[in-house]
């Protein structure tokens, strides 16, 4: 892999922040930390330049991410941040976008909300519905899995504004302030602590301009943002696994056992080889997926980025399990931390797309 000079700067600028920042926090999301890598602009990466971001490409926000997730950084408001900033950079007015935008600069977390009981992975049979009132919207209905509104200062919020048409047609998305009035945030519990989300609408009222984009346009508009979401996932899983396996390489060197270090047995070395060469495969994948993007102009992937995404999440679960395994005891122990990388990678195959929806992405795009 080739990179420019510029980008192994950065690169190493984020690693020798994360060194001296990150230290033993163990929050998903540490405010302070995100406000001082929003100080220093990282956060708008990916953020056009005419609305205060550095106007980078894939490459650059795949490479902040890769890196940030190695370290453990603490930053889980970031991802949702990113694809909820980029829908409103593509689709809201010019007033919104500035007020969004500028949030999310500054360091305000923003989430999206799409996900209800009773539709995950087929999104369309979304029921949480918005009527028109007195010039305005009135929201009713149930979401989940709303990663991160419970830090966020907006939810984009994805309802049903018509029942015409197919299951995708009618669908519109709304900007929602955190603190409205008919809005309920209940936290999940779940392995990696509360980080997901309930909302509960009750009689929630919205302005005609909460409205972004076109009404009924927003299942459109939500697939404009997938190779996006994608690619963010498989970076942080990319970053991850190579974390976990790092760890596991620096254990198995020096744990003793038999007068001599474990990793010196073949079954342990050859593991070590096999996840080395899946890591190398993994991140050559995701890389070139980002540059594919960022040659493509604006053009979806959805093989390539559902490809990312899938690979990433799959070895990332596979090293951290395998890791833990040759760990023993202790990588069952949180005092060495695969406990925590095995938790986060889990549910890399789930959110954002399961591995099985992935997988029939790939194989619709060759016509089967």
């Known amino acids: 892999m080739s990179l420019t000079t510029e980008q192994r700067d950065f690169v190493a600028a984020v690693d020798d922040f994360c060194r001296r920042e990150v230290g033993d926090r163990t929050t998903p999301h540490d405010d302070a930390l995100y406000r001082k890598m929003a100080d220093l602009g990282w956060l708008g990466l990916a953020v056009p330049q005419e609305y205060g971001g550095a106007g980078q490409g894939m490459l650059d926000l795949v490479l902040f991410l890769e890196t940030t997730a190695y370290h453990q950084a603490p930053i889980g408001g970031f991802g949702t941040s990113v694809i909820t900033a980029a829908s409103y950079e593509k689709f809201a007015s010019e007033e919104r976008k500035r007020e969004v935008l500028g949030d999310f600069l500054r360091g305000d977390v923003l989430a999206v909300s799409m996900s209800e009981p009773g539709a995950g992975s087929d999104v369309g049979a979304l029921t949480c519905k918005a009527v028109r009132q007195d010039g305005g919207w009135v929201i009713d209905g149930q979401k989940t899995w709303?990663?991160?509104?419970?830090?966020?200062?907006?939810?984009?919020?994805?309802?049903?504004?018509?029942?015409?048409?197919?299951k995708h047609d009618g669908l519109t998305m709304f900007s929602v302030p955190t603190g409205v009035d008919g809005l309920a945030v209940h936290g999940i519990d779940t392995m990696g602590g509360r980080e997901v989300n309930d909302l509960y609408f009750t009689g929630c009222t919205l302005p005609a301009d909460a409205v972004i984009g076109d009404v009924g346009q927003g299942w459109r508009q939500l697939m404009a943002g997938l190779n996006l979401e994608r690619m963010i996932l498989a970076a942080l899983m990319l970053g991850t696994a190579r974390r976990a396996f790092d760890d596991t390489v620096a254990y198995v060197r020096e744990r003793r056992q038999f007068g001599r270090p474990v990793g010196s047995f073949q079954a342990l070395r050859h593991r070590i080889a096999d996840h080395a060469t899946e890591l190398a495969c993994t991140r050559l994948l995701v890389h070139d997926v980002a540059r594919k993007i960022d040659a493509s102009a604006g053009k979806p992937l959805p093989r390539e980025a559902s490809m990312a995404k899938l690979k990433a999440t799959e070895f990332a679960k596979a090293m951290a399990l395998d890791g833990m395994q040759m760990m023993g005891g202790y990588g069952y122990a949180t005092e060495y931390g695969m406990e925590r990388l095995l938790r986060s990678t889990v549910v890399s195959t789930v959110y954002g797309g399961t591995s099985e929806i992935q997988r029939d992405i790939i194989g619709k795009t060759y016509g089967l």
């Open 146 to 166: 709303c990663s991160n509104a419970h830090l966020a200062r907006h939810i984009l919020l994805v309802a049903r504004t018509s029942a015409d048409g197919g």
